[in-house]
């Protein structure tokens, strides 16, 4: 079956950047899409971007773009996610999401970033 | 960017109650339109996708349904497990965007 699972929770200090990773397995991830998102406890969810595997081309929502960088390693058929210059205003959960675009079956569990110095 | 205009932002219902909830788009999105189920410290789950498709294995109390640029989701006899945040989702274009959820508690 697809599982996505995504990396332990995260405190950084602002100004530091953070990698948060998705491990997939029980699908082909050389041939799909990876999106990721943002949701602030109790808030709206975001579209931060989407990564296609098997060329590593990307699409980003403008707002996320120079915060947040979408890589692939297909050899473990994981995504990264890289978010630079935090603040606390990046404090959220972070979810990835199989897919780029059509509705999303499969989610990773969520990642909570918590930045505080 | 389209913007996805959700209500009610809460609401409170009893078990066997029928509760509906709405979204408007703010431009034209056809039927790229989906459901989800948010539980407490869970991710998202796919209730319905094309506006009005139920996903596998959601119970058929589960409808959506559109008019126009309203979309709805009909939850009919209620039950505790229904309880959570129901969030719309827009695919027609990027960015892929939100309505800001909906939070139903089962009295």
């Known amino acids: 079956q697809v599982k996505l699972q995504q990396s332990g929770a995260e405190l950084v200090k602002p100004g530091a950047s953070v990698k948060l990773s998705c491990k997939t397995s029980?699908?082909?991830?050389?041939?799909?899409?990876m999106s990721w998102f943002k949701q602030i406890p109790g808030q709206s969810i975001e579209w931060i971007g989407m990564?296609?595997?098997?060329?590593?081309?990307?699409g980003y929502n403008q707002k996320f773009k120079g915060k947040a960088t979408l890589t692939v390693d297909t050899s473990s058929s994981t995504a990264y996610m890289d978010l630079s210059s935090l603040t606390t205003e990046d404090s959220a959960v972070y979810f990835c999401?199989?897919?780029?675009?059509?509705?999303?079956?499969?989610w990773g569990q969520g990642v909570m970033v918590t930045v505080s110095s | 960017d389209i913007q996805m205009t959700q209500s009610p932002s809460s609401m409170s219902a009893s078990l066997g109650d029928t509760v509906t909830i709405t979204c408007l788009a703010s431009q034209d999105i056809g039927n790229y339109l989906s459901w989800y189920q948010q539980k407490p410290g869970k991710s998202p789950k796919l209730m319905i996708y094309?506006?009005?498709n139920l996903e596998d294995g959601v119970p058929s109390r589960f409808s959506g349904s559109r008019s126009g640029s309203d979309y709805s989701l009909t939850i009919n006899s209620l039950g505790y497990d229904d309880e959570g945040i129901y969030h719309c989702?827009?695919?027609?274009?990027?960015?892929?965007?939100f309505g800001s959820g909906t939070k139903l508690e089962i009295k």
């Open positions: 999401a199989e897919g780029g675009r059509a509705p999303f079956d499969y």
């Open positions: 989702h827009q695919y027609y274009e990027y960015p892929l965007t």
């Open positions: 990564i296609y595997a098997g060329d590593g081309g990307t």
């Open positions: 094309g506006a009005t």
């Open positions: 029980g699908y082909t991830f050389s041939t799909s899409y």
